[in-house]
């Protein structure tokens, strides 16, 4: 697996000069989006979270011992609808004010193909850790001289799991328990 990562990886890394070590790399906010997708009464809404912050160790040659450390400032979601964002940071859903953040931490990756990637983790919200896979692109990207990696996937998180969803908003009738979590990272060498 591991010949089959770096003949896979090789041509990016004599592209951008890589040295064969371990990298830390750190998100891009600018470049880099944090989409939910949810859907309210049966109709369709998203929002985003901002501001996130995401570190990456990741050595091109041992892929398997990446690193990513992610942390999510719940008070900084955004939404078209202020009262929508009330609700969110109330204490039936996020409680922003006990949990002011969420946490995503992986300390392994496997390739699954040519760019195609998991890591193993465990994500954290209201104080609630569940382990987590985390499946991935990675791309090689030069955005206005500054050479970075992009990192895409999408993926599912049941709400109620985490806590996400107390008294009233604890059914589903309204808010289904599954949101889609979009995420577009771009990151630079730290």
């Known amino acids: 697996m591991k010949k089959f990562f770096v003949a896979a990886l090789s041509p990016l890394l004599l592209l951008i000069g890589l040295p064969a070590l371990a990298q830390t790399w750190v998100i891009d906010q600018e470049q880099s989006r944090v989409i939910f997708h949810y859907a309210y009464t049966g109709d369709p809404y998203q929002g985003e979270f901002r501001n996130v912050d995401?570190?990456?160790?990741?050595?091109p040659m041992n892929p398997g011992s990446c690193e990513f450390t992610v942390t999510i400032p719940i008070g900084d979601l955004w939404l078209d609808s202020p009262e929508a964002i009330d609700y969110?940071?109330?204490?039936?859903?996020?409680?922003?004010?006990?949990?002011?953040?969420?946490?995503?931490?992986?300390?392994?990756?496997?390739?699954?193909?040519?760019?195609?990637?998991?890591?193993?983790?465990?994500?954290?919200?209201?104080?609630?850790?569940?382990?987590?896979?985390?499946?991935?692109?990675?791309?090689?990207?030069n955005n206005d001289g500054?050479?970075?990696?992009?990192l895409n996937s999408r993926v599912t998180i049941r709400r109620l799991e985490?806590?996400?969803g107390q008294g009233y908003w604890a059914s589903t009738a309204e808010i289904p328990?599954?949101?889609?979590?979009?995420?577009?990272?771009?990151?630079?060498?730290?």
Not at 54 to 59: G, R
Not at 102 to 118: G, I, K, N, P, Q
Not at 185 to 190: G, H, K, L, S, T
């Open 88 to 141: 969110l940071l109330d204490v039936e859903l996020f409680d922003v004010d006990q949990f002011p953040t969420a946490t995503f931490v992986a300390e392994e990756c496997r390739l699954t193909s040519m760019d195609s990637f998991t890591s193993n983790g465990n994500l954290t919200i209201r104080s609630v850790t569940r382990p987590m896979s985390f499946p991935f692109t990675l791309s090689v990207e």
């Open 54 to 59: 995401a570190v990456f160790n990741i050595d």
């Open 146 to 150: 500054v050479i970075g990696f992009r």
């Open 162 to 164: 985490y806590g996400v």
């Open 177 to 190: 328990n599954d949101i889609d979590i979009e995420v577009d990272v771009f990151a630079v060498r730290q």
